[in-house]
């Protein structure tokens, strides 16, 4: 496709405007995107407005912190899996209060980009409560008097019924209006954005966006977007996590994994779908108009119960997959929560993470009726209040505190007493729309366990429980794993430790969890990654070596390129196929290919890949900018000696075990430097301290942060 025949006059994939709204003022203005182009769109662009307009040390709650919702290129093209947002600001819950982002699926960022922007960057705060109003370029701010108070659905309602139900309504409950630290922002009724930002809204007194886009994106070449796509799904595209093989033994399938979260099967239905029940059945490779129904995630999360409460699996905009639980629990209703629940991640299966810390103080058993309606109780009230757990702490850190009588030691008596905490034991879910809510309030010394625990375990004294394995708290700087040293040993380890929260990378993981045989995934491994030695098997690793760096380094960088596309990493990248005659082998040039399909721009994968190198290193400059030092002060580049911090357990754990042997994920904390080190090493960052360099910040072109890093002493 030649350049010549575009309109000169059009923007291809981006929508070429970002609009800008100044709440203390009311000022409403647009910019033009083409300086941020270089950051491609979503978390690199977010990224680069938040690096050049907040300065370090910013309370995020400030009326000078920025919210910044960017969408990419991809968004809303016809790409399938394009419609994800990212949501970048200040964090409210770990060390510092960085940079962060939060990432939501739904349909806010699709109608944000048909709207004709690639972002919303929100400043100053509101004298009262309001929200945004967007319908295309006719952008009001409108009072928010007659919902603030309400939780997410009532709000989503309310504003629908008022504008239209045409509009997407991404909104904060009452957790962000009281500015309780962990709160998010939910979308679409149950797509939410964590990380903070509902208390960053909620400190501007915004209680809404509320957006209608009519347009659409300027595709350079619609027939190639349409080709790639049904290439896409014909060979390539696996279920939720790209799993490539089913869950049980089928037919045409020669593999497979009870593990994998393609879960279709014959038997298995969606028993109170409208009219009657659907059956998932075998969805085979291939099959275009069948893949949505590969992911039955209600009975992944929640067990065989959830079948029969099954309405549908749903998704997101431009989703085939659907890892969306659409589900009618009457038992959720009756104990307080919703009878409609649904959401894609963890709220949907809280109860899950309690059980176990729990121990004698519950009777429920994970995968059963019981756990399923205690689960749905939990998730509803709690995107309802638009509360975030912080990739399942909060559940966690509630379970322990009850458990081992923190509580009990801590709350003011009256408080501690105002709870029957004996339905724990007596099954009674009706517990948690007493105590969700009361945390919600932010006003109470139990609302401090909704601060994270940097807060609350300080405080309330219980340092400890950052060294438990049953914590999961990875970092000493607030956040729990995601798929940390349980996936791929070093390569987990060392993503859980680069952000300013949980890092949300699925790269890694979907390979792990693929389904496919372990002689297989290493054949792809030396492929991709240099050598066999980058993957070993679950629970059977050996030491670091330079090929487990390459693997982690490309598990970074697809994922923060996918949201800054924006794509659902949940799905892609595509490293594997579910199609015996590609030789299970995917396709890692398809965002290449859909970019300059869409954008009309030639681009290669390594280019991409060196865009989301970029852009993750502009974060990190961002980070050394505001972060404090063993000195006290702020501004600081030793990420080694103060920010990637791992906590004792993964090291400790496991006493009769040693590191690399069999049976065990037990780290050795010298590895781990040394894989630090080999990963520094992969983006250019300075061997010792893993802060950028110079050098590596002249080879990304990024000659601003350069010039600023150099002036504040933070370059090696």
């Given amino acids: 496709m030649a350049d010549a025949k575009l309109d000169a006059s059009k923007s291809y994939g981006w929508a070429g405007k970002i609009l800008r709204v100044n709440l203390s003022t009311g000022s409403i203005t647009t910019q033009s995107t083409d300086p941020y182009k270089a950051y491609i769109g979503g978390m690199g662009l977010a990224n680069k407005i938040m690096y050049d307009e907040v300065p370090a040390g910013t309370d995020p709650l400030a009326p000078e912190n920025k919210v910044v919702f960017a969408v990419g290129p991809l968004t809303a093209s016809g790409t399938p899996l394009a419609g994800r947002t990212t949501i970048a600001s200040l964090s409210t819950f770990s060390t510092d209060h960085l940079i962060v982002d939060a990432h939501c699926g739904g349909m806010i960022g699709a109608k944000i980009k048909l709207a004709g922007w690639d972002a919303i960057v929100l400043e100053g705060k509101a004298a009262s409560p309001v929200y945004l109003y967007v319908d295309n370029d006719d952008v009001q701010i409108k009072s928010a008097d007659a919902v603030w108070g309400m939780g997410t659905r009532a709000t989503t309602e309310a504003l629908c019924r008022k504008e239209g139900t045409d509009f997407c309504v991404a909104t904060i409950g009452p957790a962000g209006e009281n500015l309780l630290p962990y709160a998010c922002i939910m979308n679409s009724r ?61 037919e045409w399938a020669e593999y497979y994994d009870k593990g994998s979260r393609w879960t279709a099967r014959k038997g298995l239905y969606w028993a109170l779908a409208e009219g009657e029940p659907i059956e998932t059945g075998e969805p085979k490779p291939g099959e275009i108009n069948t893949v949505g129904y590969r ?35 009457p038992a959720s209703k009756e104990h307080g929560g919703y009878e409609i629940t649904g959401n894609t991640c963890v709220p949907n299966f809280p109860f899950k993470y309690m059980i176990p810390i729990l121990g004698d103080k519950t009777t429920v058993k994970d995968n059963t009726e019981e756990s399923l309606v205690w689960n749905q109780v939990m998730g509803s009230i709690m995107d309802d209040l638009g509360m975030w757990c912080n990739y399942a702490q909060l559940y966690k850190d509630i379970a322990h505190c009850y458990a081992t009588g923190v509580f ?58 950052f060294n438990t394995t049953a914590s999961c708290l990875i970092s000493p700087r607030g956040w729990p794993v995601h798929h940390a040293h349980e996936c791929f040993g070093q390569v987990g380890l060392l993503y859980n430790v680069l952000f300013n929260r949980d890092d949300m990378i699925h790269s890694a993981v979907n390979f792990q969890g693929c389904g496919l045989p372990i002689e297989l995934k290493k054949q792809i491994a030396a492929e991709l990654w240099g050598g066999e030695d980058a993957v070993d098997p679950d629970k059977n690793y050996t030491p670091m070596n330079e090929h487990k760096a390459n693997f982690a380094w490309w ?18 990248p595509m490293a594997m196929s579910p199609s015996k005659s590609r030789d299970y082998r995917g ?8 970019f300059t399909a869409v954008t009309g721009q030639e681009v290669t994968t390594e280019e991409l890949y060196q865009a989301g190198a970029k852009i993750m290193t502009l974060q990190r400059a961002n980070t050394a900018r505001g972060m404090v030092g063993a000195d006290g002060k702020m501004g600081c580049n030793d990420f080694r000696g103060v920010h990637d911090l791992v906590t004792e357990w993964p090291f400790t754990k496991q006493p009769d075990k040693q590191p690399f042997t069999e049976g065990t994920d037990k780290m050795e904390k010298e590895d781990f430097q040394t894989a630090l080190t080999m990963l520094y090493r992969c983006f250019g960052w300075d061997e010792k301290l893993g802060c950028p360099t110079a050098e590596c910040l002249d080879a990304y072109d990024m000659p601003d942060v350069k010039a600023e890093l150099d002036e504040l002493g933070l370059l090696p």
Avoid at 298 to 323: F, L, N, Q, R, V
Avoid at 587 to 594: H, M, R, T
């Fill in 408 to 465: 009990e030691r801590v709350l003011p008596a009256e408080e501690y007493s105002r709870f029957d905490w004996t339905k724990f034991a007596t099954n009674d879910p009706s517990l948690m729309a007493e105590l969700l809510p009361f945390i919600a309030r932010n006003d109470s010394e139990l609302s401090y366990v909704a601060h994270g625990p940097i807060v609350w375990c300080e405080r309330w004294n219980d340092m400890d429980w």
């Fill in 295 to 329: 992911c039955m995630k209600t009975t992944k999360d929640d067990g065989p119960e959830a079948e029969k409460y099954t309405i549908k699996m749903d998704g997101c905009h431009g989703c085939p997959i659907h890892c969306y639980s659409d589900m009618r629990v």
């Fill in 190 to 250: 149950n797509h939410s954005a964590g990380a903070g930002v509902g208390a960053v809204l909620g400190s501007k007194n915004l209680k809404a966006l509320v957006v209608r886009g009519t347009g659409s994106v300027n595709v350079a070449d619609p027939e190639k977007v349409a080709e790639l796509s049904d290439y896409m799904l014909r060979e390539v595209i696996g279920s939720n996590n790209n799993h490539v093989v089913p869950s049980t033994q089928q």
């Fill in 555 to 572: 598990s970074v960088v697809t994922d923060v390129l996918h949201d800054s596309l924006t794509l659902c990493n949940w799905v892609w």
């Fill in 587 to 594: 396709d890692l040039d398809l965002e290449a290919k859909f």
